[in-house]
Nanobody, 122 residues
């Protein structure tokens, strides 16, 4: 199984980025998918998740600003990030859960991608 995250970069506060995660080696439509992030000096934290059928779940800190989506035919996961804040800066990882749900717990996820770096300048 491979999860390849991309789309990170440097953006000014208030700007937008769209992260992508390409999945291979698994039956993508039968997995719940999530985004987690780890900022400098911080622990990994949940960002957003989407179930196999499209139900979504967001951390309170990103609700109304981030949107998670998936394209099951393309084996792709996305995270649209708007109104970015300096505290959103982190390495963002995509992950796959066999639970098929939009789970916020990292322990529910079996497969993890290598991450993509998001930097937000103030």
């Amino acid at each position: 199984v491979q999860l390849q995250a991309s789309g990170g970069g440097t953006v000014q506060a208030g700007g937008s980025l769209r992260l992508s995660c390409a999945a291979s080696g698994l039956t993508f439509s039968r997995f719940g998918m999530g985004w987690f992030r780890q900022g400098p000096g911080k622990e990994r934290e949940f960002v957003a998740a989407i179930s196999w059928s499209g139900d979504t779940n967001y951390a309170d800190s990103v609700k109304g600003r981030f949107s998670i989506s998936r394209h099951n035919l393309k084996n792709m996961l996305y995270l649209q990030m708007d109104s970015l804040k300096p505290e959103d800066a982190a390495v963002y990882h995509c992950a796959a859960s066999p639970n098929m749900a939009a789970d916020s717990a990292a322990k529910a996820y079996t497969y993890w991608g290598q991450g993509t770096l998001v930097t937000v300048s103030s």
